[in-house]
């Protein structure tokens, strides 16, 4: 059964730093992309970043020098180093990845920004 878990968001003010984390079980990570994406009150889910198997990363235009993602195999995690941020980064924060032709998601963090 695959699972994702993820852990760190809080409370930040402007122009500080979270840093999340998404714990994947059930899968052979080393072979697989992962995602993270947002979502904010009365908006649609965005996507934030991605890092493929093989490290390759890419990021929303608006978190581009603000955020890295990043994953360590060997313990089966993905994560997002969050810097200066911004209120508008207040969100629930998603993991995301495929595995078999199915798409599975975590529970969400939430990341609250204050001004």
């Known amino acids: 059964q695959v699972q994702l878990v993820e852990s760190g968001g809080g409370l930040a003010q402007a122009g500080g730093s979270l840093r999340l984390s998404c714990a994947a079980s059930?899968?052979?990570?080393?072979?697989?992309?992962m995602g993270w994406y947002r979502q904010a009150p009365g908006k649609q889910r965005e996507l934030v970043a991605t890092?493929?198997?093989?490290?390759?990363?890419n990021y929303a235009d608006s978190v581009k020098g603000r955020f890295t993602i990043s994953r360590e195999n060997a313990k089966n995690t993905v994560h997002l180093q969050m810097n200066s941020l911004k209120p508008e980064d207040t969100a629930v924060y998603y993991c995301?990845?495929?595995?078999?032709?199915?798409?599975?998601w975590g529970q969400g963090t939430q990341v609250t920004v204050s001004s």
């Open positions: 995301k990845t495929e595995w078999a032709r199915t798409t599975y």
């Open positions: 890092i493929t198997r093989t490290g390759s990363t």
């Open positions: 059930g899968i052979i990570f080393s072979l697989i992309g």
